[in-house]
């Protein structure tokens, strides 16, 4: 018997913007293994437990796999290995040839992808707020701001050791994994799972393509990417979701599927006025240069700014002046 100690925003709720990467390749291999138990000789025993802590002492994350038979904990990135260890495993019907690509294609997925989603969500600056307020949620309020601040210490940590801390590194990070696994397997819109039936390895795909797909972060290039670039990986992500998971699932469609935002915001942007023209040729023929792109926002904080420190300054010579006043005779 086995416990699988999962958290519970991380799974089975909807306020958290985006599924847990770490959870849901384990939650689709056991939802597979059930499915296709009647065709094994025994069953997983596994309990899915939530917890309101988002890290266990003993694995430091979750998902976290407490096996009672062998009194063991085992750590998130090490959960579906061991489930791949049992007699029932989803890939004991493969030849040991076989089993040994299972094994690396589930490595590499979880190496370049795991990285990805954790920038999205961590690091990105239009993102991290809400990740961060959504993270340990459920946990006591008095140490919510600790395992915030140590969860996205961790993945920025994570992110320098893997060279994965910017827009671009991630971006094609992910793009050259999914080509690889596109182009190796031969996925196209009717080929079920990546070998020639279900195994680990389509649970950890289509687990963090399900993570992508579902998110619904205001700031989303990986998912658009993926989106436009790879359509057929969302075709056999469906596909996977709706056999395993639930059969009339659909995912979200949002409008930056298709739209750059970047683009968008710049073509929605306010026309300038004819006084703003005027002012910006003015700007330009009397210092050589064009004028800085300033919000009016921006211009209003930067001129309270002025105006605070003009006063400070004239106060502090008035003060000065007079202690420097010389006294009236008596």
Not at 90 to 110: E, H, K
Not at 183 to 199: I, N
Not at 261 to 289: C, H, L, T, Y
Request: aromatic share 10%.
């Amino acid at each position: 018997t086995m416990e699988l100690l999962t958290s519970k925003a991380a799974y089975g709720d909807k306020r958290l913007p985006y599924r847990c990467p770490r959870t849901m390749p384990a939650m689709f291999y056991l939802k597979m293994l059930r499915e296709e138990s009647d065709e094994k000789e025994g069953r997983l025993n596994c309990e899915v437990i939530s917890s309101n802590y988002p890290y266990h002492p003993l694995t430091v994350g979750l998902p976290a796999l407490h096996d009672q038979k062998l009194k063991v904990w085992v750590k998130p990135k090490n959960v579906i290995s061991h489930f791949c260890s049992k007699t029932e495993a989803l890939d004991s019907g493969f030849a040991p040839s076989v089993r040994a690509q299972i094994l690396a294609c589930r490595d590499y997925l979880t190496k370049q992808l795991l990285p990805t989603i954790d920038y999205v969500s961590w690091k990105d600056k239009s993102n991290f707020r809400i990740t961060r307020s959504k993270w340990a949620e459920e946990s006591p309020a008095v140490i919510q701001s600790y395992l915030q601040w140590r969860e996205r210490r961790r993945v920025l940590l994570d992110l320098e050791r893997e060279d994965c801390s910017t827009n671009d590194k991630a971006l094609k990070r992910a793009e050259t994994c999914l080509q690889t696994i596109t182009e190796w397997f031969g996925l196209d819109a009717t080929k079920p799972y990546l070998f020639d039936s279900v195994s680990s390895a389509d649970a950890t795909l289509a687990g963090l393509l399900f993570c992508i797909f579902e998110s619904d972060l205001p700031r989303n290039k990986l998912r658009r990417m993926v989106h436009r670039k790879f359509p057929v990986l969302k075709s056999y992500c469906l596909r996977v979701t709706q056999r395993f998971i639930d059969p009339a699932h659909e995912f979200p469609r949002q409008d930056f599927d298709a739209e750059d935002p970047d683009a968008e915001s710049a073509k929605n942007k306010r026309k300038k006025s004819a006084r703003e023209i005027a002012m910006e040729r003015w700007f330009q023929q009397k210092f050589g240069v064009k004028p800085p792109e300033v919000s009016v926002h921006t211009a209003a904080n930067m001129m309270t700014y002025v105006i605070l420190g003009g006063v400070t300054l004239h106060l502090v010579y008035q003060q000065l002046t007079q202690q420097n006043k010389p006294s009236s005779p008596s």
